[in-house]
Structure formats: C-alpha cells, structure tokens
T-cell receptor, first 113, second 114 residues
Framework: AQTVTQSQPEMSVQEAETVTLSCTYD???????LFWYKQPPSRQMILVIR??????QNATENRFSVNFQKAAKSFSLKISDSQLGDTAMYFC??????????FGKGTRLHILP | DAGVTQSPTHLIKTRGQQVTLRCSPK?????VSWYQQALGQGPQFIFQ???????QRGNFPDRFSGHQFPNYSSELNVNALLLGDSALYLC?????????????FGPGTRLTVL
C-alpha cells in the first residue's frame, strides 16, 4: 500500500528561524513525484514545492527547500527565514504515474512573532 | 483569472439527504479531481474527470458520483448522506490527463451532516 507519514502533528517556531518538517513515504515503485502543499486558514491548498523521484538534486523554491533521500524514502521540507504568513497546515504528498495523489495527515505549523 | 471556484461555501444537510457540490476549473484547464478532507486529516482522492468521463476513482462507495460538463465544470453528488460524510470537499483542476500536471485547488465546500 502507498502511504505517507508525517510524524509531527504540530510545530511552533519564532519568526525568522528555520524549521524542518518531516515526511516519510512507502512505495515499491521507482518513478513518482513528491509534493509539499500548504493549506492556510483560508483552506485553499497551495503547492509549495515538487520533486521528481528520478532527480537526485533537491528542489528549491526561494525560502523553501527539500531534503530528498530516496533510499530512506524520506522527503523533508525546510523553511528558512520563516514568516508569519507561513503559518498553515503543511501536507506531504506523492503520486505514481497516472495515479491519484496520496496525502499525509499534515503538520500544523505556527510561526510566532 | 478567477482560479478554481467552488459553490456553495458551506452546506448543512441531514442524514439520508442528497447533496450536489459544484466546481469551475481554472481557465484553460480540462481535468477536475475531487477530494474529501475530514477534520484533522489530509485530503483523500474521490475521483477524477477528463473529457466528461470518470478516469480514476479512489476508495469511495457508489453513493459518491460525479459529472463533468462540456465547459469542463464538474459536480459531485453524494446520496444517502451519513454523519461520516461531514468534511471539506476540495476540487482541483489541471490541464491534460496526467497526474504529473500541477493541480490547482479551490477553497472547498464545507459539508456538515446532522
């Protein structure tokens, strides 16, 4: 079965600090995509970053970067210089080719002023 | 560009009733996917529509059905509502039939079943 596990239900950090959200997944396939989505209180799910499993280089989007360890099936998200607007639920997700997206249960992140 | 829109925003129904939720995709998108997000959980895939046909389906009973119209908008219908159907229902649109294409999400419809 394809599963995504986020072991941190909730986290709090001070503004401007760096925070890392953990994610592990399980699949026997070799080709897939991994995602981090952000869901603020407005409920709109927003794609933060995407990683193709066949690429060894970790994806980066401005203050957001990932640490992708394929052998360990680990896909953590690092947020640098955190901002108040980063407060949200963060979901790790993956999908196989021509299949459905599978989400984890999420990590609630609070950025404190 | 209005992005993905969903209606209504909130809905309250009683057990046994039927409900229809609506979704308009982002301009230029032709594929619509529906997700159920229970409180405190991640979204779960219900089904996906492309070219007015259901292309993929998650582990949901036949009480959940859908439709896609020629203008690519979509409806989600749930019959014989159960208390457990209370959730946020998210619609996502993308271009072309490929899960690798980025999905853009709407703000969701909050359904409460009493």
């Amino acid at each position: 079965a394809q599963t995504v596990t986020q072991s941190q239900p909730e986290m709090s950090v001070q503004e401007a600090e760096t925070v890392t959200l953990s994610c592990t997944y399980d699949t026997s396939e070799s080709n897939y995509y991994l995602f981090w989505y952000k869901q603020p209180p407005s409920r709109q799910m927003i794609l933060v970053i995407r990683q193709e499993a066949y690429k060894q280089q970790n994806a980066t989007e401005n203050r957001f970067s990932v640490n992708f360890q394929k052998a360990a099936k680990s896909f953590s998200l690092k947020i640098s210089d955190s901002q108040l607007g980063d407060t949200a639920m963060y979901f790790c997700a993956f999908l196989l080719e021509d299949d459905k997206i599978i989400f984890g249960k999420g990590t609630r992140l609070h950025i404190l002023p | 560009d209005a992005g993905v829109t969903q209606s209504p925003t909130h809905l309250i129904k009683t057990r046994g009733q039927q409900v229809t939720l609506r979704c308009s995709p982002k301009s230029g998108h032709d594929t619509v996917s529906w997700y159920q997000q229970a409180l405190g959980q991640g979204p779960q895939f219900i089904f996906q529509y492309y070219e007015e046909e259901e292309r993929q389906r998650g582990n949901f009973p036949d009480r959940f059905s859908g439709h896609q119209f020629p203008n690519y908008s979509s409806e989600l219908n749930v019959n014989a509502l159960l208390l457990g159907d209370s959730a946020l229902y998210l619609c996502a649109s993308s271009f072309g039939y490929s899960s690798y294409n980025e999905q853009f999400f709407g703000p969701g419809t909050r359904l409460t079943v009493l």
